[in-house]
């Protein structure tokens, strides 16, 4: 089922978006049947549940989709290629710290909470440009895109405006030079919008169900 999935999911989205596997709750035989279908990507939402099966499978690469928080930073430094849910200075000090330690220049996304939901994390989109002028002077971070978790809603077609917000966000940040901060990766679309994410610009889907079930 799995590898049958990815074969169709492969058919129709482009080589150029990426695909990452969002496992959280998944068997190590589930990840593995993903990665031998093709899959090189795989997220996670808990630092705890990642670090055991990272030893695992190793070689490819991990993200981290849930929130982090300040004291599972240094666990998470050590298994995870990007870092998806940056939402915060201060997580972002505690990841300049830490892989400072240990030599590392971290991969980040910034988190924007487009649609400004109480209950989702993520920057409020009118303060991401400040907040990250600051995460831009980290040494040990390298600011590489954002990613945004659209609202549930009856319609995905609702989803748009809040993938077009990001996208504008992206190119808005991209014209303001800030220092050593080219935003590449637009990380948006899940299982039940990543079609509306693709067409509204995304470069990175997170799929759980689409893939799992
Ligand atoms: C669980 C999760 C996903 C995948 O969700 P599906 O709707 O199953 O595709 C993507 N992103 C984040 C942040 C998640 O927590």
Redesign the pocket.
């Given at each position: 089922m799995i590898k049958e999935n990815i074969i169709k999911l492969k058919r129709r989205i482009p080589s150029s978006i990426t695909i990452v596997a969002?496992s959280?709750g998944r068997t190590m035989d589930e990840i593995k049947e993903a990665i031998e279908a093709g899959i090189n990507d795989i997220g996670e939402?808990r630092v705890q549940e990642a670090l055991a099966k990272y030893y695992q499978l190793p070689e490819v690469r991990w993200h981290m989709?849930?929130h982090l928080q300040t004291n599972k930073v240094k666990e998470a430094l050590r298994i995870f290629d990007l870092i998806q849910s940056v939402d915060s200075l201060r997580l972002a000090d505690e990841i300049d710290k830490q892989a400072s330690r240990i030599n590392k220049v971290q991969d980040i996304l910034i988190q924007v909470n487009t649609a400004g939901e109480n209950s989702k994390f993520g920057l409020k989109p009118d303060d991401t440009v400040e907040v990250m002028s600051e995460i831009a002077k980290f040494k040990n971070i390298n600011i590489k895109g954002l990613m945004t978790?659209a609202p549930i809603v009856d319609n995905p077609q609702k989803t748009r405006p809040y993938f077009r917000m990001l996208r504008e966000l992206k190119d808005e940040i991209n014209t303001l030079n800030i220092k050593h901060t080219t935003l590449n990766i637009l990380s948006m679309g899940?299982?039940?919008d990543f079609a509306q994410a693709i067409e509204e610009g995304s470069n990175m889907i997170?799929?759980?169900?689409?893939i799992f079930d």
């Open positions: 969002v959280k939402n989709v849930g978790i899940m299982t039940d997170r799929l759980g169900r689409a």
